[in-house]
C-alpha cells in the first residue's frame, strides 16, 4: 500500500494549470563535418512561451526527460550549447511556473549537426 500511495504522489507527476507550445526542431550548420555543431537552444523560448508571460516562467533545458523532472543540471549556456551525441540528439525543455514551481511542462524537439554541402551561388533575374 505505501509504494501504491508514493507512486500516485511522486514528484515525477505533475498537472500543471498551464500549456506550452511544442518546441522546433533545431538545425545548425557543420561546416568541418565533425557532426558536432553550435546550437542556440533559447531560439525556442518564444516558441514553447506562446501566449505565456515570460515574466511568470522560467525555461531550462536538458539532456534528458529524467533529469528534466528532477529539474537537475540544466544546460548553463543553452545559448551556447554544442550536442553531446553526433549528428542528432534530442533536448528537453521544462517550463515552470514561478508563482508555484510544483507545476511544470516538459516537451523535447531534435537537434542536428548538417554538414554544409557546397552549393553555387544562383541568382533570380527580376524584370
Do not use: H
Not at 549537426?113 to 527580376?126: C, G, H, R
Amino acid at each position: 500500500m505505501k509504494k501504491l500511495l508514493k507512486s500516485l504522489f511522486s514528484k515525477n507527476t505533475c498537472t500543471a494549470t498551464f500549456n506550452i507550445s511544442k518546441p522546433k526542431n533545431i538545425i545548425a550548420s557543420d561546416p568541418d563535418k565533425d557532426r558536432i555543431a553550435l546550437f542556440d537552444l533559447t531560439i525556442n523560448n518564444d516558441a514553447v512561451l506562446e501566449g505565456l508571460n515570460i515574466t511568470e516562467y522560467t525555461v531550462n533545458y536538458f539532456e534528458s526527460e529524467k533529469l528534466a523532472i528532477a529539474n537537475k543540471n540544466a544546460f548553463e549556456t543553452p545559448w551556447k550549447y554544442y550536442n553531446i551525441l553526433p549528428e542528432k540528439e534530442t533536448i528537453y525543455v521544462r517550463v515552470t511556473s514561478k508563482n508555484n514551481p510544483t507545476e511544470y511542462v516538459i516537451e523535447s524537439f531534435t537537434i542536428i549537426a548538417d554538414p554544409i554541402t557546397e552549393t553555387k551561388n544562383t541568382y533570380d533575374l527580376v524584370f
